[in-house]
């Protein structure tokens, strides 16, 4: 009886899983959707919608550059945090919603949100019964709320949350308390507030960082304690 050998040589590339390609796709065309329905309701240009606010502007490249700045800041927060929550999660299991991290990427997409659309200034002109203020305040309860409840998960990494929040307080009181647009006024307002997205952004990379360094100690400890029985 004869056995034959059969060799197979590994693949040098990986399977292409062209389905995940999907999500992508069907993001960006929803995303033009939208922006081709506005355009229609508006009645303005698609370009309007598409492009940079200072080339279409004709402005220099440097026009709202802290503002810009602050805005990749806090989208780095968000990613940071999710990715960081989630590689948790994939490692000790349990639900997403009892992950500090993953409802810090939420408070830090909400923050996101309302600095580059300035929702809390549109809804208040949208709607006047609803000041502007109780908006903010809103943002800031939420986030007062989610540091409350994982306030022990947080630990050391709070000394860069509670000044982010005393930052953001004094930008929005010089925001609510003068309507003159004041070099010092302005100096106040803008400079706190980026002061606050500079310490939120160092908040969320120190709190992923231990984390980590966490997860990775546990399984290094798990995998000596397994060789030795």
């Not at 309860?141 to 949350?161: C, D, E, K, N, W």
Request: some cysteine; glycine content about 6%; charged content about 15%.
């Amino acid at each position: 009886m004869h056995t034959k050998l059969v060799v197979r040589r590994k693949r040098s590339w990986p399977d292409l899983n062209a389905s995940a390609l999907m999500m992508p796709i069907i993001v960006t065309l929803l995303v033009f959707m939208v922006a081709l329905a506005v355009q229609q309701s508006k009645g303005i240009s698609l370009e309007m919608l598409t492009e940079d606010a200072s080339s279409l502007q004709g402005n220099a490249w440097f026009l709202g550059l802290i503002s810009t700045a602050g805005i990749c800041l806090l989208a780095a927060a968000a990613g940071i945090a999710f990715f960081a929550g989630n590689f948790r999660k994939k490692i000790h299991g349990g639900p997403r919603k009892n992950s500090a991290l993953m409802w810090l990427s939420v408070c830090s997409l909400m923050l996101l949100a309302d600095d580059s659309l300035m929702i809390h200034e549109t809804v208040a002109q949208t709607l006047p019964i609803i000041p502007e203020a109780v908006i903010q305040a809103i943002v800031g309860l939420i986030i007062i709320a989610t540091l409350l409840v994982f306030f022990r998960a947080i630990g050391p990494s709070f000394i860069y949350a509670a000044p982010a929040l005393v930052a953001w307080t004094v930008s929005v009181s010089a925001d609510m308390l003068s309507s003159e647009s004041m070099p010092a006024i302005l100096l106040i307002e803008d400079g706190s507030k980026f002061l606050g997205i500079i310490l939120w952004f160092a908040f969320i990379l120190d709190l992923a960082n231990r984390y980590f360094v966490d997860v990775i100690s546990a399984r290094s400890i798990t995998a000596q304690a397994a060789k030795r029985y």
